[in-house]
């Protein structure tokens, strides 16, 4: 696998995964991907022969950086696609200033909890109603130690 800076021609996939992962009143519109790959550090996951098989997006404010979305295709999941995005976009955001990542899930989705607890992100308080009407999240937390490296070994 092969982790990537996104560009424009990636869309039509990264769309099409989000459609995987997410019903609709829960997805990004299609523009929002767009928007993600100019202003976000955004990351997609390559399976030979250059099939997007995921995707991560991030940004840096001040000294916190943030997980804005993870998505992984459902035939492509446990099998590490997921946490080597993660470790990507936080060795990008530390490099960018980031000192701790921030990131809301779902407090329905046991699956991406676990993944990002695995990650060594701490869960901190429940957001009520974020994803809409009783559907709460989770803020989580993860404290970057200084010259910490994210990347893959």
């Known amino acids: 696998m ?3 800076r996104a560009a424009l021609a990636d869309m039509p996939r990264m769309v099409e995964i989000e459609e995987q992962c997410f019903p609709e009143e829960a997805a990004f519109p299609p523009g929002m ?3 993600l790959i100019k202003y976000a550090v955004t990351l997609v996951a390559c399976d030979p022969p250059e099939q997007i098989v995921g995707f991560i997006a991030g940004y840096v404010s001040g000294r916190v ?3 804005y979305t993870l998505d992984v295709h459902p ?3 446990k099998r590490g696609t997921g946490s080597e995005l993660i470790r990507a976009l936080e060795s990008e955001l530390q490099s960018l200033g980031a000192r701790a990542i921030r990131l809301e899930a779902a407090v329905a989705n046991q699956e991406a909890r676990g993944l990002y607890i695995r990650a060594g992100y701490q869960e901190s308080e429940l957001l009520r109603n ?3 009407r009783q559907k709460h999240a989770l803020r ?3 404290l970057l130690e200084p010259g910490e490296s994210h990347g893959p070994a």
């Open 33 to 35: 991907f767009a928007y």
């Open 2 to 4: 092969r982790i990537r």
């Open 75 to 77: 035939l492509f999941r």
């Open 65 to 67: 950086g943030a997980i």
């Open 140 to 142: 989580m937390w993860k």
């Open 130 to 132: 974020y994803y809409g």
